[in-house]
């Protein structure tokens, strides 16, 4: 089953993330099937591509509760 979750990037402390689609039993940091955009915590910035993300859905990608809270702040669900 694929989902919708994010991926930890960056250094110790602080911590970026890459909003990817993966299957749900890989590692936190393992190869995506797509990466569809970006969240940076400190500094509240985000960059999604709504068009990639819909598309995944529709195809029946579950999304986590954090990225599906994250979404719903982007007003994409």
Same mark, same amino acid.
């Given at each position: 089953m694929?989902?919708l979750?994010?991926?930890?990037?960056?250094?110790?402390?602080?911590?970026?993330?890459?909003?990817v689609?993966?299957?749900?039993?890989?590692?936190?940091?393992?190869?995506? /099937?797509?990466?569809?955009?970006?969240?940076?915590?400190?500094? +509240? $910035?985000?960059?999604?591509?709504?068009?990639?993300?819909?598309?995944?859905?529709?195809?029946? /990608?579950?999304?986590?509760?954090?990225?599906?809270?994250?979404? +719903? $702040?982007?007003?994409?669900?």
């Open positions: 694929l989902k979750r994010l991926k930890r990037i960056g250094r110790k402390r602080s911590p970026s993330y890459r909003l689609i993966m299957e749900n039993s890989a590692r936190r940091d393992g190869r995506p /099937v797509e990466e569809v955009g970006y969240y940076d915590p400190i500094s +509240k $910035k985000y960059k999604f591509d709504a068009n990639k993300i819909q598309k995944w859905l529709t195809c029946g /990608v579950q999304p986590t509760k954090t990225v599906s809270a994250l979404l +719903k $702040k982007a007003e994409i669900l």
